[in-house]
C-alpha cells in the first residue's frame, strides 16, 4: 500500500501497490459533477475512492457513497475517508453491481435516491481480452459477457427520476456503451478525450439524465497534453481540483 498526494486534488490517497490504481480517469469522471446534482452522489464501482472523495473536496456540501465489491478496496476507501475527514458525509459500502436485482436490492442499491452515480465501469471484454494473473486488477478491469448492460441498469436503479448518470470509458466502445444504456435515458452528451490534439480519442465521457427524451449532443474533444507532453491548461486544472469540465 501507498499513501499519497492525488495530483493536486488536495486528498491523500491509500492505493494498493499491485491492484487498481486511480489516475487521471477518476480526476476526468469527478470533473462531471455539478453544483446541482451533490445531495447525494453515488461512486458505482469506487474502488479506494479517488473520484468520489475528489467530489466531496470540490463540493464541501456533497454526501458522497462509495460503493464497491472488492473488500480491500473498501478498506482502503474508508481509509481514506478517515485520513481526509469526509467521514461525517462521505460513506464506503460493500455492493455487486452485477448481481441479480434481489441480491442488490438486499444491498440497498436499489432505491433510486441519487442525484447524480459516477461510474467507471471495468473496460475490458473477457471474451475477446487475457485476464491479468493480479486477481484485484483483473476484477477492476475484467467486464463479463453483457456486463455492461448489467451494470448500467444497477446505476440506473441508484439515481432519481431526472438524475443524472456520468462514465468514463474506452472511446472505442462508444457504440456498446449506447446499446447498453437503458433506454430512458436521454439528454446524452459525449466528449472525445484525445491524450493529444493530434491523436484519436483514447477515452470518452458520457454525461446522460434518467427519464428524459432530450436529444444526445456530441462535445468538441478535450485535449489532455501538449506536444512537449505538459497537460494542457485546462487538464491541469481539472487535475490541481480548480473547477469542473463545464467550468472551462
Request: hydrophobic share 40%; net charge negative; glycine share 6%.
Amino acid at each position: 500500500m501507498s499513501i499519497s498526494d492525488f495530483f493536486g486534488q488536495q486528498i491523500r490517497l491509500a492505493q494498493s501497490d499491485t491492484g487498481h490504481r486511480a489516475g487521471t480517469d477518476a480526476i476526468l469522471l469527478a470533473s462531471l459533477v455539478e453544483a446541482s446534482e451533490v445531495e447525494l452522489v453515488v461512486d458505482a464501482g469506487a474502488a479506494s475512492g479517488a473520484a468520489g472523495l475528489c467530489v466531496a473536496q470540490r463540493f464541501p456540501s456533497a454526501k458522497v457513497r462509495l460503493i464497491e465489491i472488492d473488500q480491500g478496496q473498501i478498506a482502503l476507501a474508508q481509509q481514506n475517508i478517515a485520513m481526509n475527514e469526509f467521514s461525517h458525509r462521505v460513506e464506503a459500502l460493500h455492493g455487486d453491481l452485477l448481481g441479480s436485482y434481489e441480491e442488490r436490492e438486499k444491498q440497498g442499491l436499489t432505491k433510486e435516491e441519487a442525484d447524480c452515480v459516477i461510474t467507471n465501469p471495468p473496460y475490458l471484454d473477457a471474451a475477446a481480452h487475457r485476464a491479468s494473473p493480479d486477481q484485484d486488477k483483473s476484477r477492476a478491469h475484467m467486464m463479463p459477457q453483457e456486463g455492461l448492460t448489467n451494470w448500467l441498469k444497477s446505476c440506473a436503479a441508484l439515481l432519481k427520476p431526472k438524475g443524472r448518470l456520468h462514465m468514463i470509458h474506452r472511446a472505442d466502445q462508444l457504440s456498446e456503451i449506447l446499446s447498453a444504456l437503458p433506454k430512458n435515458f436521454g439528454a446524452i452528451r459525449i466528449i472525445p478525450v484525445h491524450p493529444r490534439e493530434d491523436q484519436t480519442a483514447t477515452r470518452l465521457l458520457l454525461s446522460a439524465t434518467k427519464n428524459s427524451r432530450a436529444p444526445l449532443t456530441l462535445i468538441p474533444g478535450f485535449i489532455l497534453h501538449e506536444a512537449n507532453d505538459q497537460f494542457t491548461i485546462k487538464a491541469k486544472a481539472l487535475h490541481e481540483g480548480q473547477c469542473g469540465l463545464n467550468d472551462l
